[in-house]
């Protein structure tokens, strides 16, 4: 395409970008939900897997990566 000629700015979704991390493999890597309700009745190990990060679905992934076109 010549300058005259160029299509819209891919932006990033912001909220997404906050939630989600990229590793150097492409892969989307997101933090456990729901780690603070009801937090009392959890066992330590369950507590303590609210901290890790966890792989997102392949179901997501497409999705993602028009959410965050930068990303990749």
Do not use: W
């Not at 937090?39 to 679905?57: I, T």
């Amino acid at each position: 395409m010549s300058k005259s000629q160029k299509g819209p700015k891919l932006k990033t979704h912001r909220a997404t970008a906050g939630r989600i991390k990229v590793t150097g493999n492409k892969k989307f890597l997101r933090m456990h939900v729901g780690g603070n309700h009801l937090r009392n009745a959890k066992s330590k190990q369950v507590k303590r897997d609210y901290g890790k990060k966890h792989l997102v679905p392949k179901g997501v992934v497409k999705l993602l990566r028009r959410l965050l076109p930068h990303s990749l």
